[in-house]
């Protein structure tokens, strides 16, 4: 079965297994999801993420990172440009993630970044998503 969206089905996987408690999960490998995981390992959001497989079949495997209370460091997660109706946004018009408790993640020119770093480099992009 074809998949219409993988970025949103990433993050349905990573909500899914935050909610039953797992450590890592697997999703099909991409260079956009991989960027993505990057950015949210510099941001702290997970432990680490490696690329399990190579080829057609390439898996990337994430691990979840959690507090000493057994709490998620993610509480939430959020697609906002859809394959229907993408979301555009220049540097200017990239707002903070609950008041600067979360971050956005774009793809842009300069590569998949931060909203604050593209309010930084002044360079605006396709808003993929929100990480809180």
């Known amino acids: 079965m074809a998949m219409n969206d993988p970025i949103s089905d990433m993050l349905t996987r990573i909500r899914n297994a935050l909610s039953a408690g797992h450590t890592s999960l697997d999703v099909p490998a ?16 997970i432990r680490d993420y490696v ?18 209370d ?10 906002v440009s859809k394959p229907s109706l993408r979301t555009y946004s220049r ?18 020119s300069k590569g998949v970044i931060t909203g604050k770093q593209a309010r930084d480099e002044k360079v605006g992009g396709e808003v993929l998503c929100e990480v809180w």
């Open 30 to 45: 991409s260079r956009l999801k991989e960027q993505m995981l990057g950015v949210m390992k510099r941001e702290g959001f």
């Open 70 to 79: 057994r709490s998620s460091v993610i509480k939430g997660l959020r697609r």
């Open 51 to 68: 690329v399990v497989d190579s080829g057609p079949h390439a898996r990337l495997r994430v691990e979840l990172k959690y507090l000493d």
């Open 91 to 108: 540097y200017r018009e990239v707002r903070p993630v609950r008041s600067g408790l979360g971050i956005s993640i774009l793809s842009t």
